[in-house]
């Protein structure tokens, strides 16, 4: 049993056609998730094996663990309170049909919602140190869709109070309740982009043993 190193000529032509012969939308997928990472074959007899050693930098945030773990927490009580306020505000024209512009931005707002999510759950599960892919899918994310989220809830909210004018769909203290829970969905989203956007990330190079993936 022995184990053959590849050339550097013939590294780079069985990766080049390892990564070209995925589709493109595949290739996106597999070149971010192993950012930071080189890549190696080993063969074993007859087997083929790649074995990725990641050596970029390495992120995490500024404060103890407990800090870390309490800020998560906290943007998740944030996102519940948008999301209750946001779902409170459905209510608004009691026959259940809103204008078609602020259907519209009410869908947009749902989905930034669970972009939103996603990207907290992301963020939850990420552990102390973070490699390219991970901190780019958690913090950045985080901040991004917490921001549209908010610019689309004051959207929806002006809609709603010109369509509650013109259509006269709803009571004047329909509205005004349903306009607070959208003041209030949109603060939370926009405390939670403010505290990730000063968050401090520190970085630092990353051993050669570290995070080590085979296939």
């Not at 080189?38 to 995490?60: F, P, S």
């Not at 759950?121 to 908010?150: C, D, H, L, N």
């Not at 982009?193 to 570290?210: A, C, G, P, Q, R």
Request: charged residues 25%; glycine residues 6%.
């Amino acid at each position: 049993m022995f184990h053959k190193k590849m050339s550097d000529w013939e590294y780079r032509e069985k990766l080049a056609d390892y990564a070209n012969s995925k589709k493109p939308f595949m290739k996106r997928a597999y070149d971010n998730f192993f950012e930071g990472y080189e890549e190696d074959y080993i063969y074993n007899g007859k087997r083929k094996k790649i074995v990725r050693c990641y050596k970029a930098e390495m992120y995490m945030a500024e404060g103890s663990d407990f800090e870390r773990r309490k800020r998560k927490i906290f943007y998740f009580i944030l996102y519940v309170i948008a999301a209750a306020g946001f779902l409170y505000t459905g209510t608004l024209f009691e026959d259940g049909r809103a204008p078609v512009f602020v259907s519209a931005l009410q869908a947009v707002s749902v989905m930034l919602f669970i972009l939103t999510l996603f990207a907290l759950v992301r963020y939850s599960i990420s552990g102390k140190w973070m490699t390219i892919y991970e901190f780019k899918s958690s913090s950045p994310k985080v901040k991004q869709y917490a921001k549209w989220t908010g610019i689309f809830i004051l959207a929806k909210a002006g809609g709603e109070i010109i369509a509650s004018f013109l259509f006269a769909s709803a009571s004047l203290s329909d509205m005004t309740r349903c306009l607070l829970m959208n003041i209030v969905s949109t603060m939370c989203v926009f405390t939670m982009y403010h505290m990730e956007s000063n968050t401090v990330y520190i970085k630092i190079d990353s051993d050669d043993k570290l995070y080590p993936k085979g296939k």
